[in-house]
């Protein structure tokens, strides 16, 4: 080979060695770019929050009852659906109360009168005026709304359409309803009917302001007392309270759902990210692959660089020894 011709394959040689070199660094920017989305990926990985499944144990709600008995007003049984502690350290208690009541509802009238006066705010105040007594008519009865429930229940529905109701307590402690059509329409002809429940159970709200709760040793309501807000006088004291634990079935059934369900929105995005970084992955071994081939050919082209560049300097020994 001549010295113009081992010049020409020196360089070129040269500039497929560089051109291989450059190839080999984009390779490996490459690499790194995809290594850095798989770090990404991986860090989504462990960002992801494992559902847990729920734990039956706590799907048990305890529940606070106790009874009253030779309490005026609030005989009965008593369950506590709500409570929370006063700044005094006193307990607000919200009860549902079931008791029988002995009711009369627009029972016959003989020999009455309801008269009406307006007081200063202009409200109307009606008096049944009775052989037995007369009786300030109550308006807008507490509960009356079960009330009504109960008569229609009893008697059948439509007996009373009204959305309240008027009531009295007589001499012998029963006490009466009468519907506000019934009230303001009322002669002393008028001959209602003679609806009468005896010993009906009725259920209603009581609120407890101010109870004085203590404690078992294992932190649960063992008694209630209890006071007047407005007086302070005692309404009931050291109620023995039961206790009992009922298993939420339906609660537990909807927490095991959303848990199925997140269990499975968990595995669906667990297998979307380990089928992106298994295709990052199999990117990565195409490059290595050719980053591989980059450097077997970057060998083969050293050698061969090598062996030109020796010719090359044989060349121009022997050019310098012939004019010497």
């Given at each position: 080979m001549g010295l113009a011709a081992s010049q020409a394959r020196f360089l070129g040689i040269t500039a497929r060695k560089s051109n291989i070199e450059y190839e080999g660094q984009q390779v490996n920017q490459q690499r790194t770019a995809l290594a850095e989305e798989v770090n990404a990926l991986y860090s989504q990985l462990l960002s992801l929050e494992v559902p847990v499944a729920p734990d039956s144990t706590e799907f048990y709600e305890t529940n606070y009852s106790f009874s009253l008995d030779n309490t005026s007003g609030y005989d009965g049984s008593y369950l506590v659906k709500s409570y929370y502690q006063n700044d005094d350290g006193t307990y607000y208690l919200?009860?549902?109360?079931?008791?029988?009541?002995?009711?009369?509802?627009?029972?016959?009238?003989?020999?009455?009168?309801?008269?009406?006066?307006?007081?200063?705010?202009?409200?109307k105040i009606y008096t049944l005026n009775t052989t037995d007594g007369s009786y300030t008519l109550t308006a807008n009865a507490q509960n009356s709304a079960s009330m009504i429930s109960l008569i229609n229940s009893t008697y059948g529905e439509g007996t009373v359409t009204d959305n309240s109701l008027y009531y009295y307590q007589d001499a012998n402690g029963l006490t009466h309803y009468m519907t506000p059509s019934q009230v303001e329409n009322y002669t002393p002809e008028m001959e209602l009917s003679s609806y009468y429940s005896s010993n009906k159970e009725v259920t209603e709200t009581v609120i407890f302001e101010n109870a004085t709760v203590?404690?078992?040793?294992n932190n649960r309501f063992s008694s209630i007392s209890a006071t007047d807000p407005n007086t302070g006088a005692t309404i009931f004291n050291n109620a023995e309270v039961d206790t009992t634990r009922i298993y939420n079935s339906e609660g537990y059934d909807a927490a095991l759902r959303d848990y199925t369900?997140?269990?499975?929105?968990?595995?669906?995005?667990v297998a979307d990210l380990n089928a992106q970084t298994e295709s990052l992955q199999q990117e990565d071994k195409v490059l290595e692959l050719r980053l591989n081939q980059i450097d077997t050919e970057q060998n083969e082209l050293q050698t061969e660089l090598e062996a030109v560049k020796a010719v090359l300097d044989k060349n121009i020994e022997n050019t310098f020894n012939t004019f010497s």
């Open positions: 919200n009860t549902e109360r079931t008791y029988n009541k002995n009711v009369a509802v627009g029972s016959v009238l003989t020999n009455s009168s309801i008269t009406s006066t307006t007081d200063e705010q202009g409200n203590t404690f078992d040793a369900m997140s269990k499975d929105e968990y595995n669906k995005k």
